[in-house]
């Protein structure tokens, strides 16, 4: 039973740059969803797909942010642009029917 | 606004001291209540599911229980292994599958 990955766990990038983080949920799982966590404070919802349709999206999800999840599968997370306030563990779950969303390692961001 | 407020923000123990975590919610129609345990650079860990008033749920040392405005994780002789961030977060109703909304987290520290 291989849980959800996420790739890379640590990026640092200059203020500007692009960056682009993906995920691999459980195998089975037809939902995936990401959300940001900063120091101090819990998780924050970004935005949550059905199968490969976007049906989701918090109002933290500026223009600078796009995710994809082609085919239903893995989902890729894209900053444009990327701002010292980006800088966050970037953490994506994935559901099955039921409530319980299981977690993924993270991917830690840093913006110089 | 719904909302989830955890208290104490932290808390040390001594191994085999018990005691109580507190989650505090407000919510408009409540689908679900998660804990979850978060160690240090890692993702949160999926703990257990509260759906209605009353109900409770066992896992080693460690029992949550829900009332309509709270929530509470005991834990029982503790060792310290069970040091770790313990995040509590609901999801409402008509909000299927989506967004969970979490508290800041308790930091729980025990020493031998």
């Known amino acids: 039973d291989t849980g959800v990955s996420q790739n890379p766990r640590h990026k640092i990038t200059k203020r500007g740059q692009n960056v682009t983080f993906r995920c691999d949920p459980i195998?089975?799982?037809?939902?995936l969803y990401w959300y940001r966590q900063t120091l101090g404070q819990g998780p924050e919802f970004l935005t949550y797909f059905q199968n490969e349709a976007q049906l989701e999206k918090s109002r933290l999800l500026s223009d600078r942010f796009s995710a994809e999840r082609p085919k239903g599968s893995f989902s890729t997370l894209e900053i444009q642009r990327t701002e010292q306030g980006d800088s966050a563990m970037y953490l994506c779950?994935?559901?099955?029917?039921?409530?319980?969303?299981?977690f993924g390692p993270g991917t830690r961001l840093t913006v110089t | 606004e719904d909302q989830v407020t955890q208290s104490p923000e932290a808390l040390r123990l001594q191994e085999g001291e018990s005691s109580s975590l507190n989650c505090s919610y407000t919510v408009s129609g409540l689908r679900g209540l998660f804990w979850y345990r978060q160690d240090p650079g890692k993702g949160p860990e999926f703990l257990f599911t509260l759906y209605s008033a009353g109900e409770e749920k066992e896992k080693e040392r460690l029992k949550a229980t829900l009332t309509k405005k709270e929530s509470f994780l005991h834990i029982t002789a503790p060792k310290p292994e069970d040091s770790a961030t313990y995040l509590c977060?609901?999801?409402?109703?008509?909000?299927?599958?989506?967004?969970?909304?979490f508290g800041k987290g308790t930091t729980l520290s025990v020493s031998s």
């Open positions: 779950a994935s559901s099955l029917i039921s409530y319980e969303q299981y």
């Open positions: 977060a609901v999801q409402a109703k008509g909000q299927a599958g989506t967004a969970l909304i």
């Open positions: 195998s089975e799982h037809n939902r």
